[in-house]
């Protein structure tokens, strides 16, 4: 509904200068006075004007609409740049949790290993150890 009426508005606006065209011309080709002449010259004048506006805020209006869709992309970018962010973040706290269960799993395993063997296993193990020293 808005559309039509901005559509509308842009028509009668185009209207109104050809009509002001339209009438400077006229009188300066039915009248032989000077002034007439010249009135009808500043009227000519105001109706280029006139379509001069209309044309402009024709093109602002596509002007605002790129504008726009430049904003739109302007904040899909900065989301874009906070996931980027927090998915980085994220990713650096999983490889940390990963490098701190690779240093306790080895803790871990060496005493469950500990606690699977038998007590003769136990005094083997401690016996070489011993040796390699």
């Known amino acids: 509904m808005k559309a039509q009426f901005v559509r509308a ?3 009668l606006i185009l209207t109104c200068g050809l009509a002001l065209c339209a009438l400077g011309l006229a009188a300066m080709v039915a009248s032989n ?3 007439v002449r010249l009135t009808a010259a500043l009227v000519f004048a105001a109706g280029l ?3 001069l506006l209309s044309l402009l805020l024709l093109r602002f209006g596509v002007f605002v609409t790129v504008l726009r869709h430049v904003q ?3 904040q899909s970018s900065e989301y874009m740049a906070r996931l980027v962010r927090e998915i980085t973040e994220v990713m650096k706290a999983i490889e940390e949790a990963e490098s701190e269960e690779r240093r306790k799993p080895r803790r871990k ?3 469950l290993y500990e606690e699977q063997l038998s007590p003769e296993e136990l005094e083997l193990e401690s016996t070489v ?3 390699e020293e």
């Open 33 to 35: 006075e000077l002034t």
């Open 72 to 74: 739109y992309l302007t």
């Open 9 to 11: 508005g842009r028509v």
């Open 129 to 131: 150890r011993q040796f």
């Open 49 to 51: 004007v006139v379509i």
């Open 109 to 111: 395993n060496s005493s």
